[in-house]
């Protein structure tokens, strides 16, 4: 009976310890080092450029937004730490936008309209949704799990990456890197 | 078996408030463990109220399918000794509303909404101080009740005090008070990430948004959805913050989510009579909703 107590400890334990591990990515933050005026999808470099059109048929390119901080987030409908973290995104996003001027831009990969438009508005997401339909920009940015963010000052320089799902402060605490001027 | 993407980010969402929140809930739960046992062990007429103050959150939120059945034999003792009085039902809640968990959990999100608990709290109090003896209030006072000893393994033997320092019990009780924090608090945080993952924002926003002045008036009917595991129900506020709750809503939602649950109401209405518990539900709601009200129209932002 105590065996059985403990198993029903010990079990639930694990399965919590996973969705942490599984929600958890390397967290390549912007370290001291001096910025890199070269192109790479790397903390310290500057972002690869892209143009790219949104579900809605708007062209999209990274280089307009420049003067301004930028989350660029890959993610996917099927994606389930995607899914949790889009309600903090956006409320990060419409704490910011008018303050601070801050853009995102959320790159859905390999995937139609209809199921992102649907998706998006079930949702109520608002920021812009570029569709990278040939997976091209994934690869550009060297994406390999999702959801993967790159947060982009004002000058274009990434300062912080994350892989993996975002909480509130985990979010916060990267957009805090870009939000200044 | 793959389990469908909602329902791992459901998972994902519970484990996210379960870490926002759990160290302030694990914090509380050793205070309270450490006070208590202390107190227990001395002793004396003095420590009475903050035995009471503890002790409130346990009153009604006792889970029955406890895995560790805590040594609260103080716990017997103290109900035991509260007379049933609408008085006491105001000072129990406002104990709740200023408990070591519901403060903590509040500081987490922000000190303007730990302020204003510990104001609500004191008032609370002070209500139940002086509302009896100083306004004639024509309400019926719940005919005293015998008091309905709970079911645990300390109610079976015989009342003889536990040692708290003895090897074991310490970690018993300790492990009893996370259980009752932890194992109705999943349950809020079911409810908060249900709303986080599916509920769209503008849903919430038409209703307790910016703007909109019935938001703090309505608001505290969620709480009817919430268990009392004081702390927990916070997960429930972060999520309607986050969905775009304004300030005098989630203040609203901050002050009656640990007073005005479902099942909290069930066990107050048993033990003060129906009418001292409905007067005192109509009160808080709308104590909750002017003060809502009020912050919305002067425009604080809780910056949550």
Redesign the interface.
């Known amino acids: 009976m105590k065996r059985n107590r403990w198993l029903i400890v010990v079990i639930p334990l694990l399965i919590f310890l996973s969705l942490v591990l599984a929600a958890c990515g390397d967290n390549a933050e912007a370290n001291s080092g001096k910025l890199v005026p070269e192109i790479a999808p790397r903390v310290n470099y500057l972002a690869p450029d892209f143009q790219l059109k949104d579900y809605q048929g708007n062209q999209v390119r990274l280089s307009n937004f420049k003067g301004k901080p930028v989350l660029i987030n890959f993610w996917a409908t099927w994606c389930p730490p995607c899914r949790a973290e889009m309600p903090e995104i956006e409320a990060a996003y419409r704490k910011y936008k008018e303050k601070y001027g801050l853009v995102v831009l959320g790159i859905d990969a390999r995937e139609d309209n209809s199921s992102v438009k649907k998706y998006v508005e079930d949702g109520g997401y608002s920021w812009d949704m570029p569709m990278d339909y040939e997976g091209t920009i994934v690869a550009n940015y060297g994406v390999a799990a999702f959801p993967t963010s790159f947060f982009v000052d004002r000058q274009g320089y990434i300062r912080a990456t994350q892989i993996g799902g975002m909480d509130k402060k985990g979010l916060e605490d990267r957009l805090t890197k870009i939000l200044q001027d | 078996m793959r389990l469908p993407?909602?329902v791992?980010?459901?998972?994902?969402?519970i484990?996210?408030y379960?870490?926002?929140l759990g160290p302030a809930l694990l914090i509380a739960a050793s205070l309270k463990t450490a006070v208590l046992a202390a107190i227990h062990t001395r002793p004396s007429n003095r420590w009475k109220p903050l035995e009471k103050y503890l002790q409130a959150p346990s009153a009604i939120s006792s889970s029955p399918f406890t895995?560790f059945s805590p040594q609260w034999l103080w716990l017997e003792q103290a109900i035991s000794r509260l007379a049933i009085s609408p008085k006491n039902l105001w000072l129990e809640a406002g104990a709740l509303v200023v408990s070591p968990a519901a403060l903590l959990t509040a500081l987490v999100l922000s000190p303007l909404l730990l302020i204003l608990r510990i104001g609500v709290g004191v008032a609370l109090a002070l209500l139940g101080q002086a509302a009896w003896s100083n306004f004639r209030l024509t309400l019926a006072i719940a005919k005293p009740k015998p008091v309905v000893a709970r079911k645990s393994s300390a109610s079976s033997t015989p009342t003889t005090a536990l040692n708290p320092w003895q090897p074991g019990n310490l970690l018993k009780a300790w492990l009893g008070e996370l259980d009752q924090y932890l194992s109705w608090g999943l349950y809020n945080f079911l409810v908060a990430a249900l709303l986080?993952?599916f509920v769209?924002?503008?849903?919430i926003e038409n209703w307790f948004g910016p703007g909109q002045l019935l938001g703090p008036v309505l608001i505290p009917l969620l709480a009817l959805l919430l268990i009392p595991a004081t702390g927990s129900e916070m997960a429930l506020v972060?999520a309607l913050?986050?969905?775009?709750a304004s300030t005098g809503s989630g203040v609203a939602a901050l002050l009656t989510f640990p007073l005005l649950t479902g099942i909290g109401l069930v066990e107050w209405q048993r033990r003060y009579g129906l009418k001292p518990t409905l007067m005192f539900a109509l009160l808080i709601w709308i104590g909750a909703a002017v003060i809502g009200f009020l912050i919305d129209a002067v425009g604080i932002n809780a910056n949550v």
């Not at chain 2, 913050?241 to 775009?244: A, H, I, Q, R, V």
């Open positions: 993407p909602d791992l980010a459901l998972l994902i969402k484990k996210d379960f870490l926002v895995l986080t993952i769209p924002l503008r849903i972060l913050f986050t969905k775009g």
